[in-house]
């Protein structure tokens, strides 16, 4: 499956997914490199969407990417928003970052995150903006985090 069927494929399957819950809706779609962009518009199921901790959000984002990659699709990264949750968290996370660098260069002690995958992404790029500090990643799966430090001079 090519670049172009995958983005559509992906989409038409989200929208089929979305209809057993009974909702539907059309899924816009975009793909940036590597990555399938899915949004999902607002509607009466989004808390359920989203699910406690954006839960279900990575699950149906999973389930997307388990299917393209059966499929043996070009792309298979996703990411799924539903009513710009993403969007809206990321601008949260995006404040919390400059926060959190703000402690570290004062006082100049290392922190340590508990963030999912996305999360630390989004930090990652908000603390490489400072050239005073920097982000790395340690441990394996769920047990991963994220260290900010303060670059020795």
């Known amino acids: 499956m090519n670049r172009d069927e995958s983005i559509r494929f992906a989409s038409k399957f989200l929208e089929d997914l979305l209809s057993f819950f009974g909702v539907n809706l059309a899924v816009k779609s975009s793909a940036e490199e590597d990555v399938i962009y899915l ?46 949750y993403k969007k809206q968290r990321e601008h949260v996370l995006e404040g919390k970052a400059e926060t959190w660098a703000k402690q570290v260069r004062e006082t100049g002690e290392t922190m340590t995150l508990d963030l999912n995958a996305y999360d630390r992404r989004i930090v990652h790029k908000v603390i490489g903006e400072y050239s005073d500090l920097e982000t790395h990643s340690e441990g394996e799966g769920r047990e991963r985090r994220l260290i900010i430090t303060k670059v020795a001079e």
């Open 39 to 84: 949004a999902v518009p607002s509607s009466e199921l989004n808390a359920i969407l989203i699910g406690r901790g954006a839960e279900t959000l990575r699950s149906l984002q999973s389930l997307v990417m388990g299917v393209l990659l059966s499929k043996q699709a070009e792309l298979y990264r996703v990411n799924i928003d539903v009513a710009d």
